[in-house]
């Protein structure tokens, strides 16, 4: 079995994929603030449904969130890159359709 190399995606990476305003939310978004801060725990809970830990909630707000959220994302673009340069020609076109099927500007970033 071959180990796969992966890498945090960076946030440049991360914003291809989703809007300024839920990057900057997740960048900044910790227990502590999401207390603290009504407006960032409002614009969290009402258009994401982020909550805290233990409030049964499936998308908590935790300590370093954004390190995670890097971390995941980069081990899912190594992957589908190593899936994909595996293949050739249509195979890879096919691949990549079946990956990502609304994200066609995601080519490239592999």
């Known amino acids: 079995m071959r180990r796969l190399r992966t890498r945090p995606t960076t946030e440049a990476e991360i ?8 990057v900057n939310l997740i960048r900044n978004l910790t227990p502590k603030s999401y207390t603290n801060d009504v407006v ?5 809970e009402d258009d994401h ?34 899936l ?17 099927p609304f994200r066609s500007h995601i080519a490239p970033m592999l």
């Open 40 to 44: 960032l725990r409002q614009k969290a």
């Open 49 to 82: 449904g982020i909550g805290l830990l233990g409030d049964d909630n499936d998308c908590p707000a935790f300590d370093r969130l954004w390190k995670y959220c890097r971390g995941y994302a980069g081990g899912s673009l190594a992957a589908a890159r190593t």
């Open 15 to 22: 914003r291809r994929f989703h809007l300024p305003e839920y």
């Open 84 to 100: 994909v340069n595996g293949a050739s020609g249509s195979h890879r076109r096919r691949i990549v359709m079946f990956l990502f």
